[in-house]
């Protein structure tokens, strides 16, 4: 009797399953070649920008290594920051940038808003003008206001021009008023963008259910826009306080900034104190992202940090 040898018969593949396999792998690939982009981003961040500065700003405290003194080692140029004109440079330059920064807010932060939730005529023009502003160098608005303002200026030509208005520009309320309406594109850049992605629904719903117009947006609004708003603070600090080409147009000679006072350093071959200065001046730029970053995680609600983009803690 011959038996009859069956053969398994074997499922039909799943085509789904290759497709996967397939999808997975493009995935792998798409993340690896992601870390290595960044990986090589960060490594020529480091070779051209980060390692050339953090050389130079060694001079502060080893001037022999590049024979820039008889020192290997010394933190007398750091001590010497902390005296004379090198401190007040540094303490003008960190409340210069603070006032900067907060008057870019109270002007940005309104403009932002009526641009974005009112009828407000001619609100298509504000996008353009503010991208007009920051394309203008900051010293063309610097040598307009000079002009306006100087001894036998315009004003004085005029007949209206006094010392008072003189004093007032030429020195650090000038600075603060310049920069800080320069700085007005930042903040209005970051509160529209969030504005945007916001939608009104939900002002809506709040004044729906009884709140009026400060509470609607307080409950609505802020939560979303905190973020955007500590982070336009620090853009501008950062971008302001060692700005140097309006300074020197408008600050006095005897009270300058830390920015001329390091380029005053630099041109006469003090490199030494001058990189201090810099050092320092690196160090307070950090510490401001630092408390700033820090007092918004300690002070805003957990809601907001989570609406703001920060998900941990």
Known sequence: MIEQIQTPVRAPADPGRGRGRIG??????????GRTGRTLFWLLISLFIIVPCAFFLVIAVSPKLFDAGSQWFTLS??????????????????????????????????IAWLAARTSLPGRRLVAGSMWL????????????????????GVLYRLGIGTAWETHLIMGPFGV????????????YLAVTAALNGLGQEFEDAAR?????????WARAVLPVVSRPIVMAWLLTFCG?????????LLYAPS???????????LSVYHFGIGMAQSVLAVGIALAAVAIVLGGYRLIAPHGWRRIGGVSRG
Do not use: M, Y
Request: include cysteine; charge should be negative; proline fraction near 8%.
């Open 133 to 152: 502003v920051l394309l203008l160098p900051s010293w063309l608005p610097a040598i307009g206001w000079e002009r306006l303002v100087q001894p036998d």
């Open 24 to 33: 997975w792998s493009i995935a792998r690939g798409l993340l690896a070649s």
């Open 77 to 110: 140029f750091l001590k010497e920051t902390f005296t004379g004109l090198t401190a007040v440079s540094l303490v003008n330059s960190v409340w210069v940038s603070c006032a900067a920064a907060g008057l870019g807010l109270v002007v940005g932060l309104p």
């Open 208 to 216: 729906t259910h009884g709140a009026g117009e400060l509470t609607a």
């Open 176 to 187: 603060v008023l310049l920069l800080g309406l320069r700085s007005v594109p930042f903040a």
């Open 255 to 265: 009270n300058p900034p830390a920015s001329i006072s390091i380029q005053d350093n």
């Open 240 to 248: 302001t306080f060692l700005e140097l080409p309006l300074s020197q």
